[in-house]
């Protein structure tokens, strides 16, 4: 219903940053939460950081609090997620995904496992020490 494409994936050093974006399209009449979540080696599925529709609330998980910023983009259509000090076990596949459900921060803290999720293809981030 809702389409995002992510981008800005790619290698860097631990201690480094990046920066990930991501645009959506589509049904957006019933959108009201967006969201960035990962799955790294040997681990599920887990949320990072969400952003009411109307970009004016954020929540973050508690391990990367500080660290990693969600916010809008340059355009109205795209969220970014910001990383700074990123580090070897930040590597794995980040995805985004919105969310036509109210209940932000306990969709993202949930891993995003609720219906009327729509997600990205997911971008590749490795961190090298």
């Known amino acids: 219903q809702v389409h995002l494409e992510e981008s800005g994936g790619g290698s860097v050093q631990a201690g480094d940053s990046l920066r990930l974006s991501c645009a959506f399209s589509?049904?957006?009449?019933?959108?009201?939460?967006l969201g960035w979540f990962r799955r790294v080696p040997g681990k599920e599925r887990e949320g990072l950081a969400a952003?009411?529709?109307?970009?004016?609330?954020?929540s973050y998980v508690d391990s990367v609090q500080g660290r990693f910023t969600i916010a809008q983009g340059a355009l109205v259509n795209v969220i970014e997620l910001q990383m700074h000090n990123l580090q070897p076990e930040d590597t794995g596949i980040y995805y985004c995904?919105?969310?036509?459900?109210?209940?932000?921060?306990?969709?993202?803290?949930?891993?995003?496992?609720?219906?009327?999720?729509?997600w990205g293809q997911g971008t590749r981030v490795t961190v090298s020490s």
């Open positions: 589509g049904f957006l009449r019933e959108l009201k939460c």
């Open positions: 995904a919105a969310l036509q459900a109210y209940g932000c921060e306990s969709w993202v803290r949930a891993g995003g496992d609720w219906q009327s999720t729509n």
């Open positions: 952003i009411t529709a109307d970009y004016a609330k954020t």
